[in-house]
């Protein structure tokens, strides 16, 4: 009787080259749109790394410009009779439409976290103080997790503050102990600045209330001193 044999299945090995064999053409495009993909990212992100650098220089030389402009040196007031503060504006006011230009321009990211923090400090010392706690609001609001944005609520209160918008200045001080007070330098000064609003409305309950918080949670800070002072003087 004949032994039959069993049909050897193949191998892996003779799998895999038998499927490279009959799919060639199909795998030499797979490749190619792989490549092509891959230059498509990098073309892209050296796009985006091209803008990114072409925005950083553009707001860099926006703060030159401020900077340039807020040091005016005091003795060219004196040569000009005394048209270098409408100078000044007049170049803060063409400075703040740069400004405003570049952001609509730009998207998300490091330049515009510094034009708009710049374009409030620009507000801010235009005197138009309304607008300068409004920008500083949102630009603390936006990128909360800077580390300028304790800063801009502190500024977003000082300029709530000159504008006679009391309440929105506690609110704003009290904002950056609640968020920062483990993180920033600012928050004891913040806190101090509502003790210091509490005490100049006649809350003298709630002055006193706050500057004892600031001796609590501060105890070494120099504003924590200072709350020390006005209690000696309240209670």
Do not use: C
């Not at 703060?63 to 000044?88: C, F, L, R």
Request: proline fraction near 3%; charged fraction near 25%; avoid cysteine.
């Amino acid at each position: 009787m004949a032994v039959q044999h069993k049909e050897q299945k193949p191998g892996f090995e003779k799998k895999l080259t038998i499927f490279l064999t009959s799919n060639k053409k199909l795998l030499i495009i797979i490749a190619a749109v792989i490549v092509v993909a891959v230059v498509a990212v990098g073309i892209t992100v050296s796009v985006l790394n091209s803008r990114l650098e072409k925005h950083t220089a553009e707001v860099e030389l926006l703060q030159e410009k401020y900077v340039e402009i807020m040091n005016n040196p005091a003795e060219q007031a004196e040569d000009q009779e005394g048209q270098s503060d409408e100078d000044q504006r007049d170049a803060l006011t063409k400075l703040s439409e740069e400004i405003s230009d570049f952001i609509n321009s730009t998207g998300n990211g490091y330049p515009q976290l510094r034009a708009l923090y710049l374009q409030a400090s620009v507000s801010y010392q235009l005197e138009d103080f309304g607008t300068a706690a409004v920008q500083f609001s949102e630009f603390a609001k936006k990128y909360k997790d800077s580390h300028l944005a304790p800063t801009a609520l502190m500024n977003a209160g000082v300029s709530y503050e000159s504008a006679g918008e009391m309440a929105a200045a506690v609110d704003h001080y009290r904002l950056i102990f609640d968020l920062y007070k483990d993180s920033s330098a600012e928050a004891p000064h913040a806190l101090f600045s509502v003790g210091r609003l509490y005490e100049r409305q006649g809350n003298i309950s709630d002055a006193i209330s706050t500057y004892r918080e600031l001796s609590t949670e501060f105890p070494e800070s120099e504003w924590a001193k200072l709350g020390v002072s006005r209690l000696i003087v309240l209670e």
